[in-house]
């Protein structure tokens, strides 16, 4: 009987000690890229907003990088003024494409990212709750399956606090060593609920359910490694409006990873409780 409930001991441990959150940004590269349905959803953003975002980086790094590498070398160790000054030009470029170009231009497109993945997936009964869905199940293309999008449906929310913060914390980029990772890991803490948006949406979560449920320690720190690899990948030029795309798709390979894992638990759950009722084990002992 013991023996029997090790596996199940054994994945609980897993699910609370290790979460592969940090691996979905990736897995959506390679999810867009293994996916021919969804290029047609990239051609027509990628070419303009790429040719725009590198246009930003050049200026950036035309007018500021030099001063700022020569003000951080006056107390820098030798080289890592170069690595800090990089990072806070990218950190800047990053919050002005945002400002600029990422909520007026890709944000309906994101949406149709995340929502056709989750029908790939098996999981249309959510995409049905805001938008309709064909029910043409000879149709292999989801994109093709999208009814019109919701008014005012959103992938990620603009946030003037999250926009505040990253302001507020681009000076980290002048610590020497341990600055540019504490930028990432205090960047993706605030970023990661944002990018999981659309999956709340689709839920149904009010305010409260969608604050409770982001604030477990599980999920929080789940959502801070996502968003921070979502940033790392940002912060990658002239690839940055590529990755917007392919996070969508991370973050929908993401939202089906906690529904499995939602349902997974609740087979458990109920698994223990159908053991906890059943009559005591007979035995002829006195």
């Known amino acids: 009987m013991a023996h029997d409930t090790e596996p199940s001991a054994m994945k609980r441990f897993a699910r609370a000690n290790f979460s592969p959150a940090f691996l979905y940004p990736l897995k959506g590269i390679w999810y867009f890229a293994t996916h021919r349905y969804l290029h047609p959803l990239l051609k027509s ?6 040719v725009l975002a590198t246009c930003v980086l050049v200026l950036l790094f035309l007018t500021l990088y030099v001063p700022i590498v020569a003000f951080l070398a006056l107390f820098h160790y030798k080289g890592s003024a170069w690595v800090n ?58 994109v093709k399956r999208l009814g019109a999008r919701e008014k005012g449906a959103t992938f ?20 020497p060593f341990v600055g540019v990772p504490l930028f990432l890991l205090l960047t993706g803490y605030r970023a990661g609920p944002l990018l999981n948006w659309r999956y709340f949406e689709l839920k149904g979560f009010t305010k409260k359910q969608r604050n409770q449920f982001i604030k477990t320690k599980k999920r929080r720190w789940e959502y801070m490694w996502f968003g921070t690899f979502y940033l790392i990948l940002q912060l990658i030029p002239p690839f940055s409006m590529l990755f917007l795309l392919t996070s969508a798709a991370g973050s929908a390979l993401w939202s089906v990873h906690i529904e499995r894992e939602s349902a997974e638990q609740h087979t458990e759950h109920l698994q223990v409780g159908d053991e906890e009722d059943l009559p005591p084990v007979y035995t002829d002992e006195t």
């Open 85 to 142: 000054g990089t990072f806070f030009i990218l950190g800047i470029g990053t919050l002005l494409i945002s400002l600029l170009f990422e909520a007026l231009f890709v944000d309906v497109t994101q949406i149709d990212v995340f929502d056709s993945v989750i029908i790939a997936e098996g999981y249309e009964h959510l995409v049905k709750n805001r938008r309709p869905v064909a029910d043409d199940i000879d149709e292999s293309d989801p």
């Open 45 to 50: 953003r990628l070419l303009p907003l790429t």
């Open 156 to 175: 990620a929310p603009f946030s003037v606090r999250q926009m505040v913060e990253l302001v507020l914390c681009l000076p980290l980029n002048f610590i």
